[in-house]
């Protein structure tokens, strides 16, 4: 048991004396001063920085217990011992979630709950305190390695994703973590490089998801990154956590630094970081976590009367109303892992997460259309849970594509294999391979290509050839392993050809999209994908994704290249396209991207009519209604964009701002209701540094992509 007597004696305090939250809020904050009083310094220092791979510091003299921490965002990490022995038992084999691009993808809120519902639920069967996710880094380049784990371009849709799944978290009495505060945009030199970005930027594109964690879902812990923001160390910086985190947003729990990301003691212990985390600066296997710098090095400046002790009481304090709240609130239920309800989740959030883009009377397959299907691709086999790094997932099972397929084909139908391609170290092209495959091809009734890209070549090790992967970035969006050579060539030998992408971001499909008459984005699907897949493909589900972020065809095209610099030079990378990130920057350079930001089709058709605005007491209430006008079931997801006309200053031609998915069966209709409070029409002022919302005239948009607005009508504020 966790909490001694000292502890319990404490808990029964609270418990008897708390009839609402407030009288609880108290009993909390006086319980944390008593136990602040009993502490020494070196006990308060001791649970400031690590004291394993994953746990840090407690109090065993009064009942304090370590704080046990696990990635990931999309499944618990398998063990590491506390000393980074990853275990060889399989008692921590896991439910591996679709990545959070995926998530994101669904544009379903509810799901993000049920999502952090299977997270919180297994790590807390797993013994953890705090699972570090969601990751909800702006997807600022699509070459970012990472992009896989994160959710959007929009910092909207990103704030309500990580919300629901924040919520569905600590509602198992587990603690999220929100990752990486601020501006980890890119990997290449993510431990050094200096993120150069204006504070509207910061503001209105990299900041909002935190903030909603903290205003909206009440996240317990904020992950600090590894890169400095304007010349200082994120995770200790006195604008970013203390003042705009912890001051402005009211953030009243953690700040756990990325592993190693802590690189000095008195700015660690003045600008905001609570608990140190890392292992870079400790020996393994017999690690010294007296070195890190909020240990020995802390303790003496404190001594010294370089820091008044008070700074490091306000971090214990920190981390006791977490864990109040949390571990030693001894009131939790015992979680699971491996459910069938948990599977259940995976496969909900792979098929309302995967984008049909395109699609010329192909899909979906009926019953027993086909006599032999073939299908190509390494990624149709390949499995990806243990790759991408620190999110890697010890799953349970990983249903691959082929495998999908061949359930779902039905009894009449043959499904055949050819790899195609296979990853290589070199990024070679295997010819042998390609050319049995569309031999194959010309034979087979219909082709289903299922390519894009991996995680890393060798998932044991996380050096060598590697694309969304922790610590690396892509250097461009070419397909690898010559797989547009053998779309085309296939897709010659077989007209009837689906080509289906994994990965953590698009492609350029310029050169070959033509060719095909159906496209599907999968992403990283999760243990359920090859079900999800074969159920869209075979048309048991509707598919209902939509894009979280621009597809435009090179990584040129897009601003951070174009305008900004990625990944920088001499550690330094300015974000010189300011907000004009993703579909901001093509609308208002009114260039033409592949697929648009908020775009995925569906095997149905849907038509929104009845927009009504009304405004009342600084809101505006926007309604339409959505109908379902095909012969399936099927899901739209109504987007609100908010469009400024003739802003007083520099604004984005339209932002999202507000989006809800409704079910529909065939002719069925929905009610679709959106409020807009007064900051849904705001900027920021770097001038005044304030939020500002300038009187004028503003156009509410609804559609289904942000290319695609069906109503619309202005008002005036
Ligand atoms: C890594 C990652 C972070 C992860 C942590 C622990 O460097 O940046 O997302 O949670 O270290 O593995």
Redesign the pocket.
Known sequence: MKNTLILSILIMMASCGSKHISTEKVNDESKIDSLIQLMTLEEKIHMIHASSS?TSGGVERLGIPELVMS??PHGVRMEHGRDWTPDKTDKDMATYLPTGICLASTWNKNLGYQYGSVLGSEAKARGKDII?GP?VNIIRSPLNGRNFEYLSEDPHLASEMAVGYIKGVQDQGISACV??YAANNQETERTKVDVIVSERALREIYLPAFKASVEKAGVNAV?GS?NKVNGQYSTHHQHLINQVLKQEFGFDGIVIS??SAVKDTREALLYGTDIE?GTDIVQLPNPDYDAFFLADSALAMVKRGEVDEKVVDEKIRRILRVMLKTSMSGTKSPGQFNTAEHQQTALKVAEEGIVLLKNENLLPFKPNQFKTILVVGNNAVYKQALGG???QVKALYEITALEGLKKYAGPNTKVLFAEGYIPTNDLSYDIKLADEAVLAAGKADAVIFVGGWIHNYDQTVWDGTAFDM?GKDKTNLKLIYGQEELINRIAKANPKTTVVLMGGSNVEMKNWMKNVPAILQAWYPGMEGGNALAKIIFGETNPSGKLPMTFANTHNEYPSHAVGEFPGKDLRVSYAEGIYVGYRYFDKQNLEPVYPFGYGLSYTGFSFSNLKLTQKSGQVVVECTVTNTGKMAGAEVAQLYVAPLNPLVDRPVKELKGFEKVYLKPGESAGIKLVLENEAFGYFDEKSHQWKTDTGTYEIQMGNSSRNILLKESISL
Request: aromatic share 18%.
């Open positions: 994953f990635d990931g570090l990751g990752k990486h992950m590894y990325d592993w985390m790094g620190s999110s922790e």
